[in-house]
């Protein structure tokens, strides 16, 4: 689903390497978890994944298709819930919805059906008629989330998707990556909740200083240390 070969990206002139070498092949049917300190590359990975940034080198491989040759057919496999709801404040969340249809070509009797399934989800009926301006930041995250997601892309790219989210809608988005999941599809998502990721990934990759340190299940990280966390794992990588 997923295929990234030897990618890598510097910033100042190629004094500062975001990302390093990095290569890692996601799977369908799998929720990969992608950890890092801050600073560690993982935004810069995300941000090319989805082409908001041209690699210095390196391939991008997206539902079968190469993100630098076929960009568009690529970006629409991809449902991308970024770090910051960055959103148009000036619309309501409806016309905003409908925008994210119109982009992504949903048909209007499925858009209909999808736009109140994460409504409803939400709790965001009674709002989304009010400009996203008078919006919260948990609010905000909502919408995008919905509007990321109404296409039904096979691969859903997220960016600390749960940070803003009330208790309610993060148990439902894991739910839902889940269910998504199950179908055959993919879930490659970034969080600092190391709770999360442990109970929910099915692989977890740590990237540290742009380089990808470790990647397997969490069986295969714990090296056959049952007793150890993903924390303690985490914490042991990061600082040799």
Partial sequence: MLRISNLSKSYNRGTVKAVDNLSLLVKPGEIFGFLGPNGAGKTTTIKMIVGLLKPDKGSIIVNGYDTRKNSIEAKKSIGYVPDTP???????????????ADVYQVPADRRKERINYFLEM????????????????????KIVLAGALLHEPALWIMDEPMVGLDPKSSHLLKELMRQHCEKGNTVFFSTH???VAERLCDRIGIIHRGKLIAVGT???LRGGEQAETLENIFLELTEQ
């Fill in 122 to 141: 939400f709790d965001l009926v009674d709002a989304v008629g009010d400009l996203i301006k008078s919006y919260s930041h948990g609010m905000k995250q």
């Fill in 86 to 100: 960055v959103v148009y404040d000036r619309l309501t969340g409806m016309e905003y919805l409908n925008f994210m």
């Fill in 218 to 220: 969490l069986d295969e």
């Fill in 193 to 195: 909740i190391l709770e």
